[in-house]
């Protein structure tokens, strides 16, 4: 795991920008550093050693020194490759970076088909003086790209762009009312005007000043007509393969581990020495008694910690640093803490992202099967009642009506939308903003022939685990010198997931139906059964507290906050929230978390 940047210039490039750049991400990569300069191309990384940490140091280079890699990430097959590629290429080290390199030589653009595992990276081709770049199909490793003047610049980061003279800092204020609405950056494009970040599953191509995108990767759906005790096998061996492979390393590999199913089923597959939970003095918010259960049933150590709300403020400010974007999800401040803890005793960590999504775990997926009979109502009734409903205050049953009167691709952003647009595009002062119904459209006519069921969890995938939780568990890991790993994020579990029909997913009592058959196999309590409850953060109590309040409302009121908000509109939420008029804690927090990020870059 790792911290790559570098850029291509008609200039000469320099050591000197190119070392500033990657001192920006050093945290990715306390190990080691290295540097590739030639007349066009600049190469920096910065080195976390998990793999061969003898002789795995980058940029890599091929045998004739034609052919530079900088590389973040893991390939878990790169033994299995190795061996594909057989006595045609002679290997130096034990890295799966040299066997990337050497794959890319043998079959070039489609190398991405072949590997199985988390990626970003950049090969530099000498010859033809193109550089070419990937990002995994999962989007669990991160890459910006930015393009000015005669430059183009890369790196695991944005900030890591800051120190190059060609880039222009500036605000994207366009995006700013979507925020609010989905409490993290929706689209290709950043609040960096001009950095973009390469999408899941695409890769990229820069020549003569030109940039070529290409999709290899997508998520496709088709159910199997397997009966269900055999989907269940299907998925047990998929999940013992895939924590095989990924506990691949030279190092100790531990695991988060909170009250749920999908850590509780990793942690009981790879049994690691080590696990890491946090909580909170409010037993409403606090899984450390869950976690230490289970561990204490499997016979291994779990290391916990009980977070204050002061030390919890207190780095607020420096983890939105990290973040480089407004990232308003509570629980990617608690990753921050159990990343912490983790990094005094390992270099790696399992973490259980994705299982959601791709075996369907959140209950906004069972209004599938919930709320079917009032879907049997008319479409222009249930239209006409939405309209109503949408008059009055968001309350729970008006949200319901409102909700189902209208279609699934003109409401649902995911699982966790803060704002209706409608409300968002008022409190934002700046003109011009996006909506959120044209980011994802182009979701929805790509899986148009496709189930509801099947578009809630490629909405989800795309805009709130790729955007908020992968992002959260990448940054907040990194900035440890930390690797996470998320083996419901293979490529074989994925061929499982896919095919599974929408009763082996969700039915009437509960979700993720076979998954859970498969974790009540090895987990050795009742894990198995919790409902979704993720990070859970006390900060609908916190904000009514007085410490709290009176920050929040120092900058609602603030110039930055005058700049770009309806001061009058944000302060109501934070005033009904502190009365108990509302609760409107969730709106406060995606405000203020904006204001705290940008007070950290501009």
Same mark, same amino acid.
């Given at each position: ?33 290295? !540097? ?73 653009? &489609? ?122 096998? &299907? ?156 008059? !009055? ?170 700049? !770009? ?38």
């Amino acid at each position: 795991m790792c911290g790559i940047a570098g850029y291509i210039s008609s200039k000469k490039p320099s050591k000197k920008i190119l070392k500033a750049m990657t001192d920006r991400i050093a945290h990715r990569g306390p190990d080691a550093e290295g !540097f590739y300069l030639d007349d066009n191309c600049a190469l920096g990384h910065r080195r976390l050693s998990i793999i061969d940490l003898a002789t795995g140091n980058q940029p890599m280079y091929n045998e004739n020194k034609t052919i530079v890699i900088v590389f973040n990430g893991e390939i878990y097959n790169y033994k299995e490759l190795k061996k594909e590629l057989g006595s045609k290429y002679k290997f130096h080290t034990t890295s799966d970076t040299e066997v990337l390199l050497h794959c890319y030589e043998e079959w070039g653009h &489609d190398v991405t088909k072949k590997l199985r595992g988390m990626f970003a990276f950049g090969i530099w081709d000498t010859n033809k003086k193109e550089l070419y770049c990937a990002r995994d199909g999962w989007g669990i490793k991160p890459f910006y790209y930015y393009q000015n003047n005669d430059t183009f610049m890369f790196a695991s980061e944005i900030k890591a762009f800051l120190d190059h003279p060609d880039f222009n800092k500036e605000f994207n204020e366009e995006i700013l009312a979507a925020y609010l609405c989905f409490n993290s950056t929706p689209t290709t494009e950043t609040f960096f005007k001009g950095v973009k970040r390469l999408e899941p599953g695409y890769q990229l191509v820069y020549k003569d000043g030109d940039i070529k995108l290409d999709r290899f990767f997508k998520m496709e759906f088709k159910k199997s007509n397997k009966k269900m005790s055999d989907l269940v096998d &299907d998925i047990d061996k998929a999940m013992r393969d895939s924590v095989l492979h990924h506990k691949i390393a030279d190092v100790e590999v531990g695991s988060f581990l909170s009250s749920g199913i999908d850590s509780s089923y990793l942690v009981s597959l790879a049994k690691p020495d080590k696990t890491y939970t946090v909580g909170y003095d409010n037993p409403k918010y606090d899984e450390i008694s869950y976690a230490k259960d289970l561990s204490d049933k499997l016979g291994i150590n779990n290391v916990s910690k009980k977070i204050t709300k002061e030390e919890y403020m207190k780095a607020f400010p420096n983890i939105m640093y990290h973040m480089d974007e407004p990232l308003a999800d509570p629980s990617a401040i608690a990753l921050y803490f159990v990343a912490q803890i983790a990094s005094k005793d390992v270099k790696v960590v399992m973490s259980g992202e994705g299982a959601d999504e791709l075996f369907c775990g959140y209950n906004t997926y069972r209004e599938e099967i919930d709320q079917s009979w009032y879907m049997k109502i008319p479409f222009s009734l249930r239209k006409l009642a939405a309209g109503l409903a949408g008059l !009055f205050p968001e309350k729970r049953g008006f949200n319901f009506v409102y909700r189902r009167g209208k279609r699934l691709e003109d409401i649902n952003i995911g699982l966790g939308r803060i704002f209706r647009d409608e409300e968002a595009q008022k409190i934002v002062k700046i003109k011009n903003q996006i909506h959120t119904k044209d980011i994802v459209k182009p979701f929805y006519d790509e899986y148009s022939n496709d189930s509801n069921l099947v578009k809630r969890q490629v909405i989800d995938y795309y805009f709130w685990l790729v955007r908020d939780f992968l992002h959260a568990v990448d940054r907040n890991t990194m900035m440890f010198g930390l690797e996470a790993r998320t083996p419901f994020l293979d490529k074989e579990v994925y061929e499982v997931a896919r095919r599974l029909p929408d009763e082996a997913k969700i039915d009437s009592k509960t979700t993720k139906v076979a998954l859970r058959e498969a974790a009540k196999r090895v987990i050795p309590n009742e894990a198995y059964k919790k409902k979704k409850l993720g990070f859970p953060v006390p900060l609908r109590e916190w904000i009514r507290e007085d410490d709290l309040y009176n920050d929040i409302k120092e900058k609602f009121n603030s110039n930055i906050a005058k700049k !770009f908000f309806d001061i009058k509109r944000i302060n109501k939420l934070l005033e009904d929230h502190k009365s108990g008029k509302k609760d409107c804690y969730k709106k406060v927090w995606t405000i203020y978390s904006f204001l705290v990020w940008y007070n950290q870059f501009f």
